[in-house]
């Protein structure tokens, strides 16, 4: 990312703002896009920073001021940001101005970017298909080299999912290594930001801005982090990495199993051991991912009401302003998982639904603590097929929310994990992710790092 000599920021920037105008009417990444002439004021501002002027997109639900935060809803389709996040300050403080804000599922809600109000953001490796979601446009903008490199946030795989449908990079920290101050919150307990680049090195350099402890978080559990690039050239030949066997059943496209294959391949090429585990619990995790992550949304989607900062239906009494706001103001998935997590969340029913979800969340999670015992980092495919045609699955919500299959579980557990491109099917790229246990963010990117530039 920083080869770019000081006196190269110029052409830095005109190679980005050309290759955006070639592209973007196709893609569809952005939302918004930086004024070019300010942003080079403050790339030579800030020359003499680490980050040395290289811009950043970032998902249109982190708060970004100077720009609109519309979490890709007409609902907020004219709040302007009124203060930066808190990983905003850190990467301007480390030298990066913000290059524009990237098109996301609405509130953060889907696994194809066709949730936006806005627009459909299409995946640049083929423009018929989709580039995953949420953080769809922030994995686009890499791969189409719109962008030098993104954030995205990860509720349910939102990094993780479209970096491989896109062929690029996506890190989903440890829960409470991000601060969160400044992200709209979908599900609080799942909620994570993280970077998506072109490469493993970028991803590393991008979490040294980012992981730090936070006093404006609640969540925030870490003081004083590592330099992430230091050590990630190390190999792994003392690593043992596991296979859980339940990521490799019916629901993998046989297409991608053959390239697992491979992946075990390069992996003992390395010196690395691998080993098949199991994951007894992973088939709960759709089920109960989406009762905990819609439980969570339908109390932090209640701020939305049209009384404060978003757009307000004309009525002409209270409890109309607030039904009719948003009924008008939530597109379709939005509204769903509101009434499911509702219903989860209502007497009577709190504890045969919610509670019984947290209790399978433990058992998750014990499945992997147990498996840590034994291994350094798991492998598994990222999505159980590779980036599907628009329109295929937006009518069937269900089929939709399994292309999560493989990513929830690391949420629900709060771990690490790290998609890196591993192959193409057709064509079209598909993802590996390498899990890690808790905070161990170095040896995942060691390993990202060792596979893709053997692979």
């Known amino acids: 990312m920083l080869e770019e000599e000081p006196e190269r920021i110029e052409e830095l920037y005109d190679d980005l703002f050309v290759r955006i105008n070639e592209v973007e009417d196709d893609v569809q990444a952005y939302l918004e896009l930086g004024d070019k002439e300010d942003l080079l004021d403050q790339a030579r501002d800030y020359l003499d920073r680490p980050l040395k002027g290289v811009p950043g997109t970032i998902k249109d639900n982190i708060q970004t001021l100077g720009y609109r935060t519309t979490c890709g809803s007409s609902f907020l389709a004219d709040y302007d940001s009124v203060y930066d996040a808190t990983v905003i300050?850190?990467?301007?403080?480390?030298?990066?101005?913000?290059?524009?804000?990237?098109?996301?599922?609405?509130?953060?809600?889907?696994?194809?970017?066709?949730?936006?109000?806005?627009?459909?953001?299409?995946?640049?490796?083929?423009?018929?298909?989709?580039?995953?979601?949420?953080?769809?446009?922030?994995?686009?903008?890499?791969?189409?080299?719109?962008?030098?490199?993104?954030?995205?946030?990860?509720?349910?795989?939102?990094?993780?999912?479209?970096?491989?449908?896109?062929?690029?990079?996506?890190?989903?920290?440890?829960?409470?290594?991000?601060?969160?101050?400044?992200?709209?919150?979908?599900?609080?307990?799942?909620?994570?930001?993280?970077?998506?680049?072109k490469d493993v090195y970028d991803a590393a350099l991008v979490l040294n801005y980012l992981a730090d402890y936070d006093e404006m978080d609640s969540t925030s559990a870490v003081k004083g982090t590592p330099d992430y690039t230091q050590g990630i050239k190390e190999g792994i030949s003392d690593f043992t990495i596991g296979f859980p066997e339940e990521y490799f059943g019916e629901e993998l496209d046989s297409s991608i199993q053959d390239r697992a294959d491979e992946w075990k391949e390069n992996f003992e090429g390395l010196?690395?051991?691998v080993k098949d585990i199991s994951l007894p619990h992973s088939e709960y995790a759709i089920a109960t991912y989406y009762l905990i992550a819609s439980s969570e949304a339908s109390a932090n989607l209640a701020r939305f009401d049209g009384v404060r900062y978003t757009s307000r239906a004309e009525t002409e009494t209270i409890d109309e302003l607030f039904s009719k706001s948003r009924d008008e103001g939530f597109?379709?998935?939005?509204?769903?998982?509101?009434?499911?997590?509702?219903?989860?969340?209502?007497?009577?029913?709190?504890?045969?639904?919610?509670?019984?979800?947290?209790?399978?969340?433990?058992?998750?999670?014990?499945?992997?603590?147990?498996?840590?015992?034994?291994?350094?980092l798991i492998a598994a495919p990222t999505s159980p097929t590779p980036a599907f045609k628009i329109g295929d699955k937006i009518d069937d919500p269900l089929d939709m929310y399994l292309s999560d299959v493989f990513?929830?579980?690391?949420?629900?557990?709060?771990?690490?994990?790290?998609?890196?491109?591993?192959?193409?099917?057709?064509?079209?790229?598909?993802?590996?992710?390498?899990?890690?246990?808790?905070?161990?963010?170095?040896?995942?990117?060691?390993?990202?790092y060792a596979f893709e530039q053997a692979f």
């Not at 791969?143 to 491989?164: F, M």
């Not at 290594?177 to 970077?195: H, K, M, N």
């Open 89 to 197: 300050k850190s990467l301007k403080e480390g030298g990066s101005p913000v290059l524009g804000k990237a098109n996301m599922d609405e509130f953060a809600m889907g696994s194809s970017t066709e949730n936006s109000f806005f627009q459909t953001t299409r995946n640049p490796n083929d423009l018929s298909r989709v580039p995953g979601g949420s953080s769809g446009g922030s994995a686009a903008a890499i791969a189409a080299d719109e962008a030098i490199y993104a954030l995205g946030s990860d509720t349910g795989g939102s990094v993780r999912h479209p970096a491989a449908f896109c062929g690029v990079v996506g890190l989903k920290p440890t829960y409470g290594l991000v601060s969160r101050y400044g992200l709209t919150a979908f599900a609080s307990s799942l909620d994570q930001i993280g970077p998506i680049t």
């Open 271 to 273: 010196g690395a051991e």
């Open 331 to 376: 597109g379709p998935e939005v509204k769903r998982r509101i009434l499911l997590g509702t219903y989860a969340l209502s007497a009577g029913y709190y504890d045969e639904y919610y509670g019984k979800a947290q209790k399978a969340r433990r058992l998750i999670k014990e499945d992997f603590d147990r498996a840590f015992e034994e291994i350094d």
């Open 407 to 448: 990513n929830v579980p690391v949420n629900m557990a709060g771990l690490p994990a790290m998609s890196v491109p591993a192959g193409e099917v057709n064509d079209l790229p598909v993802g590996m992710q390498i899990i890690g246990d808790s905070l161990t963010e170095e040896e995942i990117l060691r390993a990202g």
